[in-house]
């Protein structure tokens, strides 16, 4: 054994467990509260389940399950063992995937919105590979899950209204400020010195996860929301940008993702109010992986990128 494998722990006697491979059959019984459905589960035929049992009750010396019936119920001692092994399954589980979250040679997964890789993400990605050509680098999009999926992905480029769950490391980026913008051609439209309550007599567009963004804007300017133009409900902000881009309508911006659109002039801000919403832009990861290499690399990338302090 190598030396950075050796711990400091008590040697496991496993001969005071029941066999490993039989607590499979077990778990999933107890689950079921029936053998047929356990084995239907695991593949494994009706009698090898109930050997799996009868091999754990004959290592314990108690019954596991009493019959009722045609069915099978937890006896006092199965519901003891059972949370138990549960646990340990899930632990296990665990394990596993933080190993495969560690991989060095698999590639980082990083999870965001389309419109956050369309308009912000996906163009400085190549920079960052250039600086770490060691890593190789998978960026996943998703159009309307919100939520951070660690399964699924190693990093998230994220909003989050509160903070996340502690078992998460969670560094702030940008505020989920909203602002309106278009195009000079509608902006025109409005005259000069526009005020908040002139945007209603405009085409709008509407997130469809989003659809109380402009409620909470004007109302943010003392104005009530009472759209007197037709306005037209999207899936991504990337959509409601090209329809500003087209002179077809105002959008919402959400974050800074129309910054080049807006240094060249393609866009304006018709108004300067803004509403800045609870939560933040940010990035997001297991708390067992900030300190893994290649993810506290992204970490201080995107910081940089966005004029922050990695943390």
């Known amino acids: 054994m190598h030396d950075d494998a050796r711990t400091s722990h008590n040697k496991i006697d496993l001969r005071r467990l029941p066999p490993l491979k039989a607590l499979k059959g077990f778990e999933a019984a107890t689950r079921h509260q029936s053998i047929r459905d356990a084995?239907?589960?695991?593949?494994?035929?009706?009698?090898?389940?109930?050997?799996?049992?009868?091999?754990?009750?004959?290592?314990?010396g108690v019954e596991l399950f009493a019959q009722e019936g045609r069915h099978i119920v937890s006896t006092t001692e199965g519901k003891i063992l059972?949370?138990?092994?549960?646990?340990?399954?899930?632990a296990l589980?665990?394990?596993?995937?933080a190993v495969h979250r560690n991989a060095i040679d698999k590639p980082l997964r990083v999870h965001t919105y389309v419109t956050a890789s369309?308009?912000?993400l996906a163009g400085?990605?190549?920079?960052?590979?250039?600086?770490?050509?060691?890593i190789k680098l998978e960026l996943k999009t998703c159009a309307v899950e919100w939520e951070f999926d660690d399964v699924y992905a190693d990093v998230g480029f994220?909003?989050?209204e509160t903070p996340p769950h502690a078992r998460y490391h969670w560094m702030p980026m940008f505020e989920y400020s909203l602002y309106p913008i278009c195009s000079p051609v509608l902006a025109a439209r409005l005259g000069p010195d526009p005020k908040p309550a002139d945007l209603m007599g405009q085409p709008l567009v509407m997130i469809s996860t989003e659809v109380l963004n402009w409620k909470h804007w004007f109302e943010s300017a003392n104005v009530q929301f009472n759209p007197r133009a037709s306005y037209v409900v999207v899936d991504t902000l990337a959509v409601a940008l090209e329809m500003a881009l087209n002179n077809q309508a105002i959008a919402l911006a959400n974050g800074p993702f129309a910054q080049s659109e807006l240094a060249s002039g393609r866009l304006v801000r018709p108004v300067d109010h803004k509403f800045v919403c609870p939560g933040e832009w940010g990035l997001i990861c297991q708390r067992d992986m900030a300190e893994n290499p290649r993810i506290r690399k992204f970490?201080?990338?995107?910081?940089?990128?966005?004029?922050?302090?990695?943390?």
């Open 82 to 90: 059972y949370p138990y092994v549960r646990r340990a399954f899930e």
């Open 299 to 311: 970490f201080e990338w995107m910081a940089r990128q966005a004029g922050t302090a990695v943390s």
């Open 158 to 160: 994220v909003y989050c």
């Open 93 to 97: 589980i665990e394990g596993v995937e």
């Open 118 to 120: 369309i308009r912000w």
């Open 39 to 60: 084995a239907d589960e695991l593949n494994l035929t009706h009698p090898a389940v109930s050997h799996q049992v009868q091999l754990i009750e004959e290592a314990l």
């Open 124 to 134: 400085r990605v190549p920079q960052f590979l250039a600086e770490h050509p060691e």
